[in-house]
């Protein structure tokens, strides 16, 4: 039978600040998850929807995902963050998955997307439980809010897990070319300063942003993902 993951690979994407775009020691990526489809690589949406509502799935999914973490680390210097569905925080394997890399949590980070939970489990209207992002936090693991504004990475639940995170993303993508640059970036000071009255230790990531007018008014003590700075590139 054939291993429906073993295409899967992982591509990284640089995260800079503007004050230093040269690759350093302790350079920032985050891991994108990709699978071979033929001569290109592709987010693998119909698997990884799959090993998220099948708990069965979801064990073999997070094996692949281990081997493809032990082989990065041990090969690639650098910090990495890697995305978690918030429907894997109701699963125990999620958990082992990353006391299995806790010797390694200065060099991993966790970004929790936006996505909403297919299957809950506890209290119904606890939208967002606290005992995971506890045990996480407790591993050690630094923790990011990403895509905040999108789907369930709204204000609530950056005030209910902000003792937890060190960081939130904001991606331009979610503004769909329905707004203009000039409101845009008044919107995402305007954000920013939200985000340090709820907690000023938070750091903040603009992503796909790639305009270089664009990029010249946003911050420059914020960080950035974008394709002006780095494409991503498969990790080896």
């Excluded at 949406?45 to 799959?50: D, I, M």
């Excluded at 390694?104 to 209290?123: F, V």
Aim: aromatic share 14%; charged share 30%.
């Amino acid at each position: 039978m054939q291993d429906r993951y073993e295409n899967f690979t992982f591509f990284r994407q640089r995260i800079v600040s503007k004050q230093n775009t040269e690759v350093i020691q302790g350079e920032e990526y985050e891991l994108l998850l990709r699978s071979k489809r033929g001569e290109t690589y592709v987010f693998p949406e119909k698997e990884f929807g799959e090993a998220m509502v099948d708990r069965l799935e979801h064990k073999q999914y997070l094996k692949k995902i281990e081997y493809l973490l032990e082989r990065v680390l041990q090969k690639n210097s650098g910090i990495y963050s890697i995305n978690i569905d918030p429907q894997e925080l109701y699963y125990e394997e999620t958990f082992l998955l990353f006391e299995h890399f806790k010797n390694k949590n200065q060099r991993l980070k966790i970004e929790l997307t936006e996505h909403s939970p297919y299957i809950k489990a506890g209290d119904y209207y606890n939208a967002f439980p606290l005992e995971p992002m506890i045990r996480l936090h407790e591993l050690g693991f630094e923790i990011v809010l990403d895509d905040f504004l999108s789907g369930i990475n709204g204000i609530d639940r950056l005030i209910a897990l902000s003792p937890f995170i060190s960081r939130v993303k904001i991606s331009k993508l979610i503004f769909k070319k329905k707004v203009s640059d000039s409101a845009v970036c008044s919107f995402i000071y305007e954000i920013y300063k939200l985000i340090q009255e709820i907690n000023p230790n938070l750091s903040l990531v603009i992503e796909a942003e790639e305009s270089e007018e664009m990029l010249k008014k946003l911050s420059d003590t914020w960080y950035y993902q974008t394709y002006y700075f780095d494409k991503p590139s498969k990790v080896n």
